[in-house]
């Protein structure tokens, strides 16, 4: 049942993505007062004929995500995994690898198909730079209005009452905590880290300015988490749980990391070769691809994740205890 609907929706996903480029290119013949660069022209309205297609195209990946997040939260409890970091897993392998089909599939039709490159870095600009952004503000102000609609605080909750240790100031502190919003999970942080992460390494070539972009977010980003957190018309502070690294979402950012190699070599191929025929820029990509992954598989091998001396120093720190263990049940 998963597979079916899953690509249903990918369909659905490229139904729209034709949909929308076909109005982008016929936006042209319809309005082509805004494509001849008159000055007497109206700004504001070429404007939004312009970067209306990426606006659409942005509304629709928000629609499209927020539908598929219903289907994948039925299909995972319809699966009825045993344990939660299983159910976790498995509905993070379904969200998101239609998330980045969802955000990426406009972006590689004009990178690949129409190769348009205008409007490929104008497409990049509105979902880069315009949705995070969005979802800066989302984090911070969605929490305060939900706060708001449900009669706000007491202005004894105030910040200023809470750093006192009487009785009453804690209850008040639990009385804060317990009309905030609830933090549910990590996943839409990781998702904004991985997106990001995807828009830097498969469109830098193109879109320089990424790479400074997501740093300039991250730096937004970092404040922005720790303002949710902190403030009093902010989420609940989510209970601390150990975690032996990110888990799966590492697998998701290796395997983004390879596609990168795929596309990058393929823009490379199509835009800094536009001379070549179609089987000597083959032949680039594959050659450009095969170097590259050669590349990174060496320096994985060469940098393991956990150094040999750090291996060795654990194993005998094991089998130290080991033997303890074992010399105290002797006894």
């Not at 082509?32 to 312009?50: K, S, T």
């Not at 503000?137 to 750093?163: I, R």
């Not at 070539?205 to 403030?231: G, H, T």
Request: aromatic share 12%.
């Amino acid at each position: 049942v998963t597979l079916p609907l899953v690509l249903l929706m990918c369909l659905g996903v490229f139904l729209y993505v034709a949909a929308l480029e076909w109005f982008a290119d016929h936006n042209k013949h319809w309005f082509p007062m805004c494509y001849d660069n008159i000055d007497d022209n109206d700004v504001r309205f070429c404007a939004m004929i312009i970067q209306g297609p990426s606006v659409m195209n942005a509304v629709l990946i928000e629609i499209m995500d927020n539908l598929y997040l219903k289907l994948a939260r039925w299909l995972t409890t319809l699966e009825n995994y045993r344990t939660v970091e299983e159910h976790e897993n498995q509905l993070i392998l379904k969200r998101m690898p239609f998330h980045l089909i969802n955000c990426n599939a406009s972006l590689l039709y004009l990178a690949f198909y129409a190769q348009d490159l205008t409007r490929l870095r104008r497409r990049l600009w509105i979902l880069m730079v315009g949705m995070q952004c969005l979802d800066n503000v989302k984090e911070v102000a969605m929490p305060s209005l939900m706060l708001w609609f449900q009669g706000g605080l007491n202005p004894s909750h105030t910040k200023e009452h809470l750093v006192h240790s009487t009785k009453e100031d804690k209850i008040n502190h639990i009385i804060v905590q317990r009309r905030q919003t609830p933090y549910k999970d990590t996943f839409s942080d990781f998702k904004e880290m991985i997106l990001q992460y995807c828009y830097v390494t498969l469109y830098a070539p193109i879109f320089p300015l990424a790479p400074l972009f997501a740093y300039l977010n991250n730096l937004i980003e970092a404040r922005s988490d720790f303002f949710k957190l902190i403030n009093i018309y902010g989420l609940q502070r989510p209970y601390a749980k150990h975690a032996d690294g990110i888990g799966i979402w590492s697998r998701l950012l290796y395997v983004i990391s390879i596609v990168a190699v795929l596309v990058n070599c393929g823009l490379l191929g199509i835009y800094l070769a536009p001379d070549m025929s179609d089987m000597h820029r083959c032949c680039l990509i594959f050659f450009l691809e095969h170097i590259i992954l050669l590349v990174k598989v060496c320096v994985d091998w060469s940098n393991p994740d956990v150094p040999k001396w750090t291996a060795l120093d654990e194993r005998r720190r094991f089998l130290n205890t080991q033997a303890k263990h074992t010399l105290k049940k002797a006894a």
